[in-house]
């Protein structure tokens, strides 16, 4: 597409539910990564994917979250059992592998837990 | 230190310069960038600067680095309203691919 889509633009769960927030990148990006902003707060990584593969998912806060990428293009990032404090921004973005030109960014997702 | 640091918020009057300030960590950054984000958006790419520059120029936008301070910081001249947003610097962590570290983001406030 003609930039990174991510959906839903809201999200608004009770604590304890599992959500799914997607993310689809611009087509040919190979890198992607998950990013999440708290409010007042700046990005904070969560998980890099090359392709299918995830070398760097050092940035997840606990085993509640977890990431896939299937076909080297959609990824979804799963929040199991969500607590208050996962509500955030949730930023994906993409770029061409060994690109110097940074990233290009969604919208992203917010999510409140209540 | 770790992290990449920022001062949280700068006030400016319409017309006049402002100057945002970033100290990175990573001497092995190749890259460094500016990022934009107005209210309810994504980051907008604006600029960066390649390690082995010490200034760059981009219309309204000049961005200086030292490198042996580690310190970045983005001139934007003859701010117009349309400036405010928060701002983000961002380095390059080395590591076999291109994972950028940002700091918490500069909130610029245009006034009349």
């Known amino acids: 597409g003609a930039g990174v889509s991510q959906s839903p633009s809201n999200k608004v769960t009770e604590k304890g539910k599992d959500v799914e927030l997607r993310c689809d990148p611009i087509?040919?990006?190979?890198?992607l990564y998950w990013y999440r902003q708290s409010l007042g707060q700046g990005l904070e990584f969560l998980i890099y994917f090359q392709g299918n593969s995830a070398p760097d998912k050092s940035g997840l806060p606990s085993d509640r979250f977890s990431a896939e990428r299937t076909g080297g293009s959609v990824s979804t990032l799963t929040i199991q059992r969500t607590q208050q404090e996962d509500s955030a921004v949730y930023l994906c973005a993409s770029a061409h592998r060994g690109s110097n030109y940074g990233y290009t960014f969604g919208s992203g997702t917010r999510l409140t837990v209540v | 230190g770790e992290d990449v640091e920022q001062s949280l918020f700068l006030s400016v009057r319409e017309g006049d310069s402002s100057v945002i300030n970033c100290t990175y960590t990573d001497s092995s950054s190749t890259y460094l960038y500016w990022y934009k984000q107005e209210p309810g958006a994504g980051l907008q790419l604006l600029t960066y600067i390649f390690s082995n520059m010490d200034m760059k120029q981009d219309q309204r936008l000049t961005v200086l680095l030292n490198k042996k301070d580690k310190h970045l910081s983005l001139r934007i001249a003859d701010t117009q309203t349309g400036d405010s947003a928060i701002y983000f610097c961002?380095?390059?962590?080395?590591?076999?691919?291109?994972?950028?570290?940002f700091g918490a983001g500069t909130r610029l406030a245009v006034h009349p």
């Open positions: 961002a380095e390059v962590r080395s590591g076999g691919y291109n994972k950028l570290i």
């Open positions: 087509s040919g990006h190979t890198a």
